[in-house]
Protein backbone atom coordinates (compact mmCIF):
# COMPACT_ATOMS: atom_id res chain seq x y z
CA UNK A 1 0.00 0.00 0.00
CA UNK A 2 2.71 2.37 0.84
CA UNK A 3 4.49 1.55 -2.50
CA UNK A 4 1.12 2.77 -4.42
CA UNK A 5 0.79 5.27 -2.36
CA UNK A 6 4.60 6.91 -3.17
CA UNK A 7 3.78 5.67 -7.07
CA UNK A 8 0.71 7.89 -7.16
CA UNK A 9 2.89 10.67 -5.14
CA UNK A 10 5.24 10.36 -8.38
CA UNK A 11 3.28 10.13 -11.21
CA UNK A 12 2.29 13.92 -10.63
CA UNK A 13 5.53 14.80 -9.60
CA UNK A 14 6.92 15.11 -12.65
CA UNK A 15 7.57 18.95 -13.26
CA UNK A 16 9.05 20.70 -16.02
CA UNK A 17 11.75 23.55 -16.36
CA UNK A 18 9.81 26.02 -15.32
CA UNK A 19 8.28 24.26 -12.61
CA UNK A 20 4.95 25.21 -13.95
CA UNK A 21 2.05 22.31 -12.94
CA UNK A 22 3.09 20.20 -11.03
CA UNK A 23 0.54 18.04 -9.02
CA UNK A 24 2.03 18.38 -5.73
CA UNK A 25 2.26 22.07 -5.72
CA UNK A 26 0.12 24.31 -3.68
CA UNK A 27 -3.44 23.15 -4.83
CA UNK A 28 -5.64 24.92 -6.85
CA UNK A 29 -8.29 27.09 -4.77
CA UNK A 30 -10.67 24.90 -4.98
CA UNK A 31 -9.26 21.81 -3.27
CA UNK A 32 -8.01 24.94 -0.93
CA UNK A 33 -11.46 25.61 -0.17
CA UNK A 34 -12.06 22.40 0.79
CA UNK A 35 -9.35 21.89 2.94
CA UNK A 36 -9.44 24.38 4.94
CA UNK A 37 -12.93 24.49 6.18
CA UNK A 38 -12.60 21.79 8.25
CA UNK A 39 -10.98 22.36 11.33
CA UNK A 40 -9.32 25.39 13.01
CA UNK A 41 -7.00 23.54 14.39
CA UNK A 42 -3.75 22.61 12.27
CA UNK A 43 -3.18 19.24 13.10
CA UNK A 44 -3.95 16.56 10.85
CA UNK A 45 -7.23 15.52 10.52
CA UNK A 46 -6.47 11.91 9.55
CA UNK A 47 -5.15 9.56 12.25
CA UNK A 48 -1.35 10.14 12.58
CA UNK A 49 -0.13 6.88 13.48
CA UNK A 50 0.88 5.90 9.84
CA UNK A 51 4.46 7.21 9.24
CA UNK A 52 4.12 7.23 6.01
CA UNK A 53 3.94 10.32 3.55
CA UNK A 54 -0.23 10.54 2.70
CA UNK A 55 -0.97 11.59 -0.83
CA UNK A 56 -3.15 14.05 -1.70
CA UNK A 57 -4.94 13.25 -5.07
CA UNK A 58 -5.81 16.49 -6.74
CA UNK A 59 -9.40 16.08 -7.77
CA UNK A 60 -10.79 19.01 -8.77
CA UNK A 61 -13.68 17.84 -10.64
CA UNK A 62 -14.57 15.26 -8.48
CA UNK A 63 -15.11 17.58 -5.64
CA UNK A 64 -18.11 19.55 -7.35
CA UNK A 65 -19.90 16.83 -8.51
CA UNK A 66 -19.78 15.27 -5.36
CA UNK A 67 -23.29 14.67 -4.10
CA UNK A 68 -22.93 15.11 -0.60
CA UNK A 69 -25.28 12.40 1.27
CA UNK A 70 -26.40 14.95 3.85
CA UNK A 71 -27.34 17.85 1.84
CA UNK A 72 -31.15 18.86 2.57
CA UNK A 73 -32.14 19.74 -0.62
CA UNK A 74 -34.85 22.35 -0.30
CA UNK A 75 -35.72 25.08 -2.42
CA UNK A 76 -34.39 28.30 -2.46
CA UNK A 77 -30.97 29.71 -3.67
CA UNK A 78 -29.12 28.86 0.12
CA UNK A 79 -29.36 25.53 -0.72
CA UNK A 80 -27.46 25.69 -4.01
CA UNK A 81 -24.51 27.75 -2.22
CA UNK A 82 -24.62 24.84 1.26
CA UNK A 83 -25.10 21.86 -1.23
CA UNK A 84 -21.83 23.17 -3.15
CA UNK A 85 -20.31 24.15 -0.25
CA UNK A 86 -21.32 20.37 1.42
CA UNK A 87 -20.03 18.77 -1.69
CA UNK A 88 -16.84 20.59 -0.96
CA UNK A 89 -16.58 19.63 2.92
CA UNK A 90 -16.89 15.94 1.18
CA UNK A 91 -13.17 16.29 -0.31
CA UNK A 92 -12.08 17.10 3.10
CA UNK A 93 -12.50 13.83 4.26
CA UNK A 94 -9.53 12.79 1.34
CA UNK A 95 -6.37 11.90 3.22
CA UNK A 96 -3.68 14.76 2.18
CA UNK A 97 -0.55 15.28 2.46
CA UNK A 98 0.79 16.05 6.02
CA UNK A 99 3.30 18.58 4.11
CA UNK A 100 0.32 20.96 3.12
CA UNK A 101 -0.92 20.98 6.16
CA UNK A 102 2.06 22.53 7.64
CA UNK A 103 3.23 24.52 4.90
CA UNK A 104 -0.91 25.94 5.32
CA UNK A 105 -0.20 26.74 8.60
CA UNK A 106 3.58 28.23 8.02
CA UNK A 107 1.39 30.32 6.03
CA UNK A 108 -1.24 31.40 8.28
CA UNK A 109 1.34 32.32 10.72
CA UNK A 110 3.29 34.15 8.33
CA UNK A 111 -0.01 36.40 7.77
CA UNK A 112 1.05 38.17 11.31
CA UNK A 113 4.52 39.34 9.90
CA UNK A 114 3.10 40.51 6.84
CA UNK A 115 1.78 44.05 8.16
CA UNK A 116 5.57 44.49 8.69
CA UNK A 117 7.65 42.52 6.65
CA UNK A 118 4.99 42.77 3.35
CA UNK A 119 4.04 39.89 1.57
CA UNK A 120 7.33 38.36 1.15
CA UNK A 121 9.68 35.37 1.41
CA UNK A 122 10.42 36.93 5.00
CA UNK A 123 7.16 37.33 5.97
CA UNK A 124 7.12 33.29 5.45
CA UNK A 125 10.18 32.85 7.00
CA UNK A 126 9.17 34.47 10.11
CA UNK A 127 5.92 32.51 10.13
CA UNK A 128 8.47 29.33 9.68
CA UNK A 129 10.20 30.31 12.89
CA UNK A 130 7.12 31.11 14.53
CA UNK A 131 5.57 27.20 14.04
CA UNK A 132 8.71 25.55 14.64
CA UNK A 133 9.83 24.74 11.71
CA UNK A 134 13.03 25.29 9.52
CA UNK A 135 12.36 28.41 7.21
CA UNK A 136 14.31 26.27 4.43
CA UNK A 137 10.33 25.28 4.10
CA UNK A 138 10.25 28.53 2.34
CA UNK A 139 11.68 27.05 -0.91
CA UNK A 140 9.51 24.79 -0.89
CA UNK A 141 6.63 26.70 -2.06
CA UNK A 142 6.88 27.02 -5.81
CA UNK A 143 6.53 30.82 -6.49
CA UNK A 144 7.18 32.02 -2.77
CA UNK A 145 4.94 35.27 -2.47
CA UNK A 146 2.28 34.36 -4.63
CA UNK A 147 1.64 31.43 -2.14
CA UNK A 148 0.91 34.01 0.64
CA UNK A 149 -1.04 36.06 -1.18
CA UNK A 150 -3.48 33.11 -2.66
CA UNK A 151 -3.62 31.06 0.71
CA UNK A 152 -5.17 34.78 2.15
CA UNK A 153 -7.72 35.07 -0.79
CA UNK A 154 -8.41 31.30 -0.11
CA UNK A 155 -8.56 31.77 3.17
CA UNK A 156 -10.65 35.14 2.88
CA UNK A 157 -13.17 33.18 0.37
CA UNK A 158 -13.81 30.50 3.56
CA UNK A 159 -14.24 33.26 5.82
CA UNK A 160 -16.86 34.80 3.41
CA UNK A 161 -18.64 31.77 3.23
CA UNK A 162 -18.89 30.81 6.70
CA UNK A 163 -20.61 34.37 7.43
CA UNK A 164 -23.05 33.42 4.63
CA UNK A 165 -23.73 30.29 6.15
CA UNK A 166 -24.12 31.47 10.12
CA UNK A 167 -27.16 33.71 8.14
CA UNK A 168 -27.19 36.98 6.85
CA UNK A 169 -29.99 39.43 6.73
CA UNK A 170 -31.17 39.36 3.93
CA UNK A 171 -34.41 39.33 3.52
CA UNK A 172 -35.55 42.78 3.82
CA UNK A 173 -32.68 44.14 1.37
CA UNK A 174 -33.18 44.40 -2.54
CA UNK A 175 -30.65 42.68 -4.87
CA UNK A 176 -28.71 45.26 -4.90
CA UNK A 177 -28.39 45.87 -1.22
CA UNK A 178 -27.40 42.40 -0.43
CA UNK A 179 -24.37 42.14 -3.53
CA UNK A 180 -23.35 45.27 -1.63
CA UNK A 181 -23.54 44.12 1.58
CA UNK A 182 -21.97 40.76 0.06
CA UNK A 183 -19.06 43.30 -0.98
CA UNK A 184 -18.49 45.09 2.34
CA UNK A 185 -18.16 41.92 4.10
CA UNK A 186 -15.53 40.49 1.95
CA UNK A 187 -13.59 43.56 1.28
CA UNK A 188 -13.68 43.97 5.14
CA UNK A 189 -11.48 40.84 5.39
CA UNK A 190 -8.78 42.17 3.91
CA UNK A 191 -9.01 45.82 5.24
CA UNK A 192 -6.43 44.84 8.41
CA UNK A 193 -4.00 44.37 5.42
CA UNK A 194 -4.79 47.61 3.65
CA UNK A 195 -1.27 49.11 3.38
CA UNK A 196 0.21 46.25 2.09
CA UNK A 197 -2.55 45.33 -0.21
CA UNK A 198 -1.02 47.14 -3.16
CA UNK A 199 1.86 44.57 -3.16
CA UNK A 200 -0.65 41.95 -2.68
CA UNK A 201 -2.47 43.04 -5.80
CA UNK A 202 0.53 43.29 -8.07
CA UNK A 203 1.77 40.21 -7.18
CA UNK A 204 -1.38 38.68 -8.14
CA UNK A 205 -0.85 40.80 -11.33
CA UNK A 206 2.27 38.70 -12.26
CA UNK A 207 2.04 36.84 -15.16
CA UNK A 208 2.62 33.69 -13.40
CA UNK A 209 0.83 34.37 -10.93
CA UNK A 210 -2.38 35.61 -13.02
CA UNK A 211 -4.12 32.65 -13.80
CA UNK A 212 -4.47 31.22 -10.19
CA UNK A 213 -5.55 34.76 -8.97
CA UNK A 214 -8.24 35.40 -11.54
CA UNK A 215 -9.67 31.10 -10.57
CA UNK A 216 -9.53 32.92 -7.08
CA UNK A 217 -11.15 35.93 -7.73
CA UNK A 218 -14.00 34.20 -10.30
CA UNK A 219 -15.16 32.38 -7.84
CA UNK A 220 -15.13 34.62 -5.27
CA UNK A 221 -17.23 36.59 -7.74
CA UNK A 222 -19.54 33.09 -8.24
CA UNK A 223 -20.14 33.05 -4.69
CA UNK A 224 -21.40 36.31 -4.34
CA UNK A 225 -24.36 35.98 -6.89
CA UNK A 226 -25.23 32.55 -5.12
CA UNK A 227 -25.48 34.01 -1.98
CA UNK A 228 -27.18 37.30 -3.10
CA UNK A 229 -29.88 34.93 -4.61
CA UNK A 230 -30.61 36.82 -7.69
CA UNK A 231 -31.22 34.73 -10.29
CA UNK A 232 -32.42 36.84 -13.47
CA UNK A 233 -32.53 35.53 -16.93
CA UNK A 234 -32.85 38.27 -18.78
CA UNK A 235 -28.80 38.99 -18.95
CA UNK A 236 -25.91 36.47 -19.60
CA UNK A 237 -24.10 34.78 -16.99
CA UNK A 238 -20.55 36.07 -18.08
CA UNK A 239 -21.98 39.76 -18.19
CA UNK A 240 -23.15 39.43 -14.94
CA UNK A 241 -19.69 38.06 -13.65
CA UNK A 242 -18.22 40.50 -15.71
CA UNK A 243 -20.03 43.60 -14.49
CA UNK A 244 -19.91 41.96 -10.58
CA UNK A 245 -15.76 41.69 -11.09
CA UNK A 246 -15.71 45.38 -12.12
CA UNK A 247 -17.59 46.24 -9.34
CA UNK A 248 -15.66 44.18 -7.10
CA UNK A 249 -11.67 45.33 -8.46
CA UNK A 250 -13.04 48.88 -8.49
CA UNK A 251 -13.92 48.78 -5.20
CA UNK A 252 -11.04 47.73 -4.04
CA UNK A 253 -8.75 50.05 -5.52
CA UNK A 254 -10.60 52.61 -4.09
CA UNK A 255 -10.60 51.39 -1.25
CA UNK A 256 -6.04 51.47 -0.80
CA UNK A 257 -6.80 55.58 -1.12
CA UNK A 258 -9.45 56.08 1.09
CA UNK A 259 -8.53 57.34 4.48
CA UNK A 260 -12.37 58.33 5.74
CA UNK A 261 -13.08 56.77 8.80
CA UNK A 262 -13.86 52.83 8.51
CA UNK A 263 -13.90 53.35 4.73
CA UNK A 264 -17.26 55.07 4.48
CA UNK A 265 -16.34 56.91 1.57
CA UNK A 266 -15.67 53.16 0.02
CA UNK A 267 -18.94 51.90 1.04
CA UNK A 268 -20.76 54.81 -0.05
CA UNK A 269 -18.85 54.09 -3.79
CA UNK A 270 -19.59 50.73 -3.81
CA UNK A 271 -23.32 51.64 -3.51
CA UNK A 272 -23.22 54.16 -6.39
CA UNK A 273 -21.75 51.34 -8.62
CA UNK A 274 -24.11 48.47 -7.55
CA UNK A 275 -26.89 51.10 -8.18
CA UNK A 276 -25.64 51.73 -11.43
CA UNK A 277 -25.12 47.92 -12.61
CA UNK A 278 -28.66 47.53 -11.76
CA UNK A 279 -30.15 50.88 -13.45
CA UNK A 280 -27.71 49.30 -16.54
CA UNK A 281 -29.79 46.17 -16.15
CA UNK A 282 -33.18 48.15 -16.19
CA UNK A 283 -32.34 49.67 -19.33
CA UNK A 284 -31.31 47.04 -21.04
CA UNK A 285 -34.24 44.96 -20.43
CA UNK A 286 -36.24 48.07 -21.42
CA UNK A 287 -34.81 47.82 -24.89
CA UNK A 288 -35.20 44.13 -24.96
CA UNK A 289 -38.86 44.53 -24.43
CA UNK A 290 -39.25 47.34 -26.41
CA UNK A 291 -37.57 44.75 -28.58
CA UNK A 292 -40.82 42.65 -28.50
CA UNK A 293 -43.34 45.20 -29.16
CA UNK A 294 -41.87 46.18 -32.10
CA UNK A 295 -41.27 42.72 -33.05
CA UNK A 296 -45.17 42.22 -32.44
CA UNK A 297 -45.82 45.26 -34.22
CA UNK A 298 -44.03 44.10 -36.81
CA UNK A 299 -45.78 40.60 -37.21
CA UNK A 300 -49.16 42.27 -36.84
CA UNK A 301 -48.70 44.57 -39.95
CA UNK A 302 -47.50 42.27 -42.15
CA UNK A 303 -49.74 39.60 -41.14
CA UNK A 304 -52.53 41.96 -41.94
CA UNK A 305 -51.01 42.50 -45.62
CA UNK A 306 -50.71 38.88 -46.11
CA UNK A 307 -54.39 38.29 -45.06
CA UNK A 308 -55.45 41.11 -47.56
CA UNK A 309 -53.09 39.68 -50.30
CA UNK A 310 -54.87 36.22 -49.56
CA UNK A 311 -58.21 37.04 -49.65
CA UNK A 312 -58.09 38.64 -53.17
CA UNK A 313 -56.31 36.11 -54.48
CA UNK A 314 -58.56 33.11 -53.02
CA UNK A 315 -61.69 35.17 -53.41
CA UNK A 316 -61.72 34.42 -57.22
CA UNK A 317 -61.68 30.40 -56.74
CA UNK A 318 -64.57 30.98 -53.87
CA UNK A 319 -66.43 32.80 -56.46
CA UNK A 320 -65.69 30.12 -58.91
CA UNK A 321 -66.43 27.19 -56.14
CA UNK A 322 -69.62 28.79 -55.13
CA UNK A 323 -70.78 28.41 -59.32
CA UNK A 324 -69.69 24.81 -59.11
CA UNK B 1 51.03 2.64 -20.65
CA UNK B 2 49.55 0.08 -22.39
CA UNK B 3 51.01 -2.49 -20.24
CA UNK B 4 49.68 -0.55 -17.25
CA UNK B 5 45.82 -0.72 -18.74
CA UNK B 6 46.00 -4.37 -19.75
CA UNK B 7 47.11 -5.31 -16.21
CA UNK B 8 44.13 -2.86 -15.07
CA UNK B 9 41.65 -4.62 -17.79
CA UNK B 10 42.74 -8.37 -16.92
CA UNK B 11 42.46 -7.09 -12.79
CA UNK B 12 38.69 -6.20 -13.06
CA UNK B 13 38.26 -8.94 -15.03
CA UNK B 14 39.63 -11.50 -12.27
CA UNK B 15 37.36 -9.45 -9.86
CA UNK B 16 34.29 -10.19 -11.66
CA UNK B 17 35.62 -13.84 -11.84
CA UNK B 18 35.74 -13.89 -8.50
CA UNK B 19 32.33 -11.66 -7.30
CA UNK B 20 30.72 -14.38 -10.14
CA UNK B 21 31.71 -17.47 -7.63
CA UNK B 22 30.87 -15.84 -4.62
CA UNK B 23 27.87 -13.89 -4.98
CA UNK B 24 26.34 -16.04 -3.09
CA UNK B 25 27.75 -15.33 -0.32
CA UNK B 26 28.41 -11.23 -0.25
CA UNK B 27 26.66 -8.60 -1.08
CA UNK B 28 27.33 -7.29 -4.57
CA UNK B 29 27.09 -3.56 -6.06
CA UNK B 30 27.69 -2.08 -9.24
CA UNK B 31 30.81 -0.23 -9.94
CA UNK B 32 29.72 0.90 -13.35
CA UNK B 33 28.78 -1.89 -15.45
CA UNK B 34 30.55 -4.37 -13.10
CA UNK B 35 29.44 -6.34 -10.47
CA UNK B 36 31.79 -5.65 -7.44
CA UNK B 37 32.35 -6.67 -3.57
CA UNK B 38 30.83 -3.97 -1.18
CA UNK B 39 33.43 -3.80 0.87
CA UNK B 40 35.75 -2.83 -2.77
CA UNK B 41 33.00 -0.36 -4.23
CA UNK B 42 34.30 2.98 -1.53
CA UNK B 43 37.69 1.93 -2.22
CA UNK B 44 37.74 1.68 -5.88
CA UNK B 45 35.61 4.72 -6.03
CA UNK B 46 38.54 6.43 -3.92
CA UNK B 47 40.81 5.38 -6.08
CA UNK B 48 38.70 6.75 -9.16
CA UNK B 49 38.48 10.00 -7.16
CA UNK B 50 41.86 10.53 -6.46
CA UNK B 51 42.86 9.57 -9.86
CA UNK B 52 40.51 12.22 -11.62
CA UNK B 53 41.22 15.12 -8.96
CA UNK B 54 43.79 16.92 -10.05
CA UNK B 55 41.38 17.42 -13.52
CA UNK B 56 38.67 17.47 -11.79
CA UNK B 57 37.41 21.02 -12.42
CA UNK B 58 38.75 21.12 -16.33
CA UNK B 59 37.01 17.82 -16.99
CA UNK B 60 33.71 19.11 -15.61
CA UNK B 61 33.77 22.30 -17.66
CA UNK B 62 35.17 19.57 -20.73
CA UNK B 63 32.35 17.04 -20.63
CA UNK B 64 29.44 18.79 -19.99
CA UNK B 65 30.64 22.08 -22.20
CA UNK B 66 30.51 24.63 -18.76
CA UNK B 67 27.16 23.41 -18.13
CA UNK B 68 27.72 22.13 -15.05
CA UNK B 69 27.50 25.74 -14.00
CA UNK B 70 24.33 26.71 -14.77
CA UNK B 71 23.26 23.18 -13.28
CA UNK B 72 24.56 24.11 -9.52
CA UNK B 73 23.11 28.11 -10.48
CA UNK B 74 19.66 26.40 -10.57
CA UNK B 75 20.19 23.99 -7.80
CA UNK B 76 21.48 26.42 -5.29
CA UNK B 77 17.81 28.52 -6.21
CA UNK B 78 15.90 25.70 -5.84
CA UNK B 79 16.92 25.51 -2.31
CA UNK B 80 16.77 29.28 -1.41
CA UNK B 81 19.32 29.93 1.05
CA UNK B 82 19.24 32.38 3.42
CA UNK B 83 21.01 34.27 5.79
CA UNK B 84 21.80 31.99 9.26
CA UNK B 85 20.98 28.97 7.63
CA UNK B 86 22.93 25.78 8.31
CA UNK B 87 23.86 24.20 5.22
CA UNK B 88 25.23 20.49 4.69
CA UNK B 89 26.44 20.02 1.43
CA UNK B 90 27.71 16.54 0.66
CA UNK B 91 30.04 15.39 -1.73
CA UNK B 92 31.20 18.83 -2.24
CA UNK B 93 34.16 18.17 -3.54
CA UNK B 94 36.19 21.35 -4.67
CA UNK B 95 33.13 23.56 -2.89
CA UNK B 96 31.32 24.34 -5.88
CA UNK B 97 27.51 24.16 -4.32
CA UNK B 98 28.69 25.52 -1.35
CA UNK B 99 30.52 28.61 -2.69
CA UNK B 100 27.47 29.46 -4.79
CA UNK B 101 25.20 29.02 -1.76
CA UNK B 102 28.00 31.58 0.33
CA UNK B 103 27.54 34.03 -2.37
CA UNK B 104 23.65 33.85 -2.56
CA UNK B 105 23.50 34.50 1.06
CA UNK B 106 25.62 37.11 1.31
CA UNK B 107 24.24 38.90 -1.25
CA UNK B 108 20.64 38.72 0.53
CA UNK B 109 21.76 39.74 3.70
CA UNK B 110 20.26 43.39 2.80
CA UNK B 111 16.75 41.84 3.73
CA UNK B 112 18.44 40.01 6.40
CA UNK B 113 15.11 39.40 8.93
CA UNK B 114 18.03 38.99 11.57
CA UNK B 115 21.52 39.32 12.73
CA UNK B 116 23.19 36.33 12.18
CA UNK B 117 26.50 36.26 13.89
CA UNK B 118 27.80 33.26 11.85
CA UNK B 119 26.33 31.93 8.93
CA UNK B 120 27.29 28.28 9.34
CA UNK B 121 27.98 25.97 6.57
CA UNK B 122 29.52 22.59 6.77
CA UNK B 123 31.02 20.79 3.90
CA UNK B 124 31.84 17.17 3.51
CA UNK B 125 34.40 16.03 1.36
CA UNK B 126 35.34 13.24 -0.53
CA UNK B 127 39.28 12.58 -0.04
CA UNK B 128 40.64 15.58 -1.37
CA UNK B 129 42.14 18.13 -0.07
CA UNK B 130 40.57 21.95 0.50
CA UNK B 131 41.43 25.41 2.30
CA UNK B 132 38.69 27.04 4.65
CA UNK B 133 38.27 30.64 4.10
CA UNK B 134 36.55 31.95 7.21
CA UNK B 135 34.30 30.47 9.85
CA UNK B 136 31.18 30.58 7.48
CA UNK B 137 32.48 27.44 5.73
CA UNK B 138 34.05 24.58 7.39
CA UNK B 139 35.12 21.50 5.39
CA UNK B 140 34.89 17.93 7.32
CA UNK B 141 35.56 14.58 5.81
CA UNK B 142 33.54 11.95 6.52
CA UNK B 143 31.07 9.12 5.05
CA UNK B 144 27.74 9.71 3.73
CA UNK B 145 26.20 7.08 5.39
CA UNK B 146 27.59 7.73 8.59
CA UNK B 147 27.32 11.68 9.53
CA UNK B 148 29.20 12.84 12.00
CA UNK B 149 26.22 15.44 12.77
CA UNK B 150 23.76 15.63 15.28
CA UNK B 151 20.00 14.93 14.50
CA UNK B 152 18.02 17.23 13.43
CA UNK B 153 20.75 19.86 12.69
CA UNK B 154 20.59 21.14 9.15
CA UNK B 155 18.16 23.79 7.00
CA UNK B 156 19.47 21.87 3.87
CA UNK B 157 21.13 19.26 2.19
CA UNK B 158 22.21 19.22 -0.83
CA UNK B 159 24.58 16.49 -3.02
CA UNK B 160 25.71 17.27 -6.45
CA UNK B 161 27.65 14.47 -8.59
CA UNK B 162 27.93 12.47 -5.35
CA UNK B 163 24.77 10.13 -4.90
CA UNK B 164 25.51 7.61 -7.58
CA UNK B 165 29.42 7.31 -5.89
CA UNK B 166 27.92 6.15 -2.80
CA UNK B 167 27.72 2.27 -2.04
CA UNK B 168 24.28 1.84 -0.16
CA UNK B 169 22.28 4.75 -1.15
CA UNK B 170 19.35 4.15 1.03
CA UNK B 171 21.57 4.45 3.80
CA UNK B 172 22.64 7.93 2.38
CA UNK B 173 19.29 9.43 2.46
CA UNK B 174 18.67 8.04 5.49
CA UNK B 175 21.21 9.90 7.14
CA UNK B 176 20.12 13.25 5.20
CA UNK B 177 16.51 12.34 7.07
CA UNK B 178 18.29 12.31 10.29
CA UNK B 179 20.52 15.11 9.91
CA UNK B 180 17.94 17.60 8.38
CA UNK B 181 15.68 19.70 10.55
CA UNK B 182 11.85 19.83 10.03
CA UNK B 183 11.04 21.86 7.07
CA UNK B 184 14.52 21.12 6.17
CA UNK B 185 14.98 20.11 2.66
CA UNK B 186 17.03 17.61 0.49
CA UNK B 187 18.46 18.59 -3.02
CA UNK B 188 20.44 16.26 -5.44
CA UNK B 189 21.59 17.12 -8.50
CA UNK B 190 22.47 14.05 -10.15
CA UNK B 191 23.42 12.75 -13.60
CA UNK B 192 20.32 11.36 -14.73
CA UNK B 193 18.50 9.26 -17.61
CA UNK B 194 17.50 10.83 -20.90
CA UNK B 195 14.06 9.00 -22.16
CA UNK B 196 13.69 11.29 -25.46
CA UNK B 197 14.55 9.22 -28.37
CA UNK B 198 16.82 11.10 -30.39
CA UNK B 199 18.64 12.92 -28.22
CA UNK B 200 19.15 9.55 -25.90
CA UNK B 201 21.36 7.75 -28.90
CA UNK B 202 22.98 11.10 -29.27
CA UNK B 203 23.88 10.93 -25.39
CA UNK B 204 24.60 7.37 -25.36
CA UNK B 205 27.16 7.99 -28.11
CA UNK B 206 28.73 11.10 -26.69
CA UNK B 207 29.55 9.16 -23.44
CA UNK B 208 30.53 6.13 -24.11
CA UNK B 209 32.68 7.52 -27.37
CA UNK B 210 33.55 10.78 -26.64
CA UNK B 211 33.74 11.10 -23.10
CA UNK B 212 36.68 8.25 -22.40
CA UNK B 213 38.65 10.03 -25.00
CA UNK B 214 38.76 13.00 -23.65
CA UNK B 215 39.61 11.62 -20.54
CA UNK B 216 42.22 10.03 -21.75
CA UNK B 217 43.98 13.09 -23.84
CA UNK B 218 43.06 15.40 -21.43
CA UNK B 219 43.75 13.61 -17.81
CA UNK B 220 45.75 10.35 -19.06
CA UNK B 221 42.96 7.86 -17.38
CA UNK B 222 40.36 6.34 -19.80
CA UNK B 223 39.27 3.73 -17.07
CA UNK B 224 38.15 6.57 -14.14
CA UNK B 225 35.49 8.38 -17.14
CA UNK B 226 34.96 4.82 -18.65
CA UNK B 227 33.25 3.95 -14.77
CA UNK B 228 31.98 7.72 -14.74
CA UNK B 229 29.99 7.14 -17.66
CA UNK B 230 29.26 3.43 -16.64
CA UNK B 231 27.52 4.44 -13.32
CA UNK B 232 25.39 6.66 -14.93
CA UNK B 233 24.09 4.14 -16.52
CA UNK B 234 23.93 2.40 -13.81
CA UNK B 235 21.91 4.57 -11.49
CA UNK B 236 17.98 4.25 -10.81
CA UNK B 237 16.36 6.37 -13.15
CA UNK B 238 14.15 9.84 -11.93
CA UNK B 239 11.11 7.57 -10.74
CA UNK B 240 12.78 5.30 -8.93
CA UNK B 241 15.32 7.35 -7.10
CA UNK B 242 12.21 9.29 -6.20
CA UNK B 243 10.53 6.69 -4.40
CA UNK B 244 13.91 5.92 -3.09
CA UNK B 245 13.80 9.05 -1.55
CA UNK B 246 10.28 9.12 -0.35
CA UNK B 247 11.16 5.49 1.48
CA UNK B 248 13.94 7.61 3.21
CA UNK B 249 10.83 9.29 4.97
CA UNK B 250 10.91 12.40 2.59
CA UNK B 251 7.54 14.30 1.47
CA UNK B 252 6.46 16.32 -1.18
CA UNK B 253 9.11 14.33 -3.52
CA UNK B 254 9.78 16.02 -6.99
CA UNK B 255 12.33 16.48 -9.57
CA UNK B 256 12.86 18.26 -12.41
CA UNK B 257 14.82 17.40 -15.12
CA UNK B 258 17.48 19.61 -16.88
CA UNK B 259 18.49 18.95 -20.39
CA UNK B 260 15.76 16.83 -20.63
CA UNK B 261 17.03 14.14 -18.46
CA UNK B 262 21.13 14.54 -18.71
CA UNK B 263 20.59 15.82 -15.16
CA UNK B 264 17.64 15.89 -12.74
CA UNK B 265 17.27 17.80 -9.54
CA UNK B 266 15.41 15.77 -6.95
CA UNK B 267 14.13 17.21 -3.78
CA UNK B 268 12.24 16.21 -0.80
CA UNK B 269 10.93 17.97 2.53
CA UNK B 270 11.45 16.70 5.72
CA UNK B 271 8.69 16.91 8.25
Known amino acids: ?324 | MALRLASRKFGSKFLSMLTATSSLHSHATSFGFKEVREEDKSQLVGNVFTNVASNYDLMNDLMSGGLHRLWKERLVSKLNPFPGMKHLDVAGGTGDVAFRILETVNSVKRRAIQDPSNDNLHEERNPLKGLGETKSLIWAEGDAEALDFPDNSMDGYTIAFGIRNVTHIEKALVEAHRVLKRGGRFLCLELSHVDVPLLKQVYDYYSFSIIPAVGELVAGDRESYQYLVESIRRFPPQDKFALMIADAGFQKVEYENLVAGVVAIHSGLKL
Not at chain 1, 41 to 48: D, E, F, K, R, V
Not at chain 1, 167 to 196: C, D, M, V, W
Open chain 1, 1 to 324: MYRTVAKQLLRGARSRVSGTDVRLRFPNPHSTISRRTFSPSPTPHNSGEIPIPRVYVDLPNSSESTASPSSSSSAGSSSTASSAEEGRRHTRERPRGEYQDEQARVLQSALRHVLTLGWTEDAMMAGARDVGVSPSIVGSFPRKDAALVEYFMDDCLEKLIDRIDSGLEFSNLSPSGRISKLIRIRLELQAPYISKWPQALSIQAHPLNFPTSFKQRAALIDEIWHASGDDGHDIDWYVKRTVLGGIYSTTEIYMLTDSSPEFRDTWAFLDDRVRDAFDLKKTIQEVLSLQHIWQKLLVLEWGTRFKDLSRKFFNGEAYWGHLS
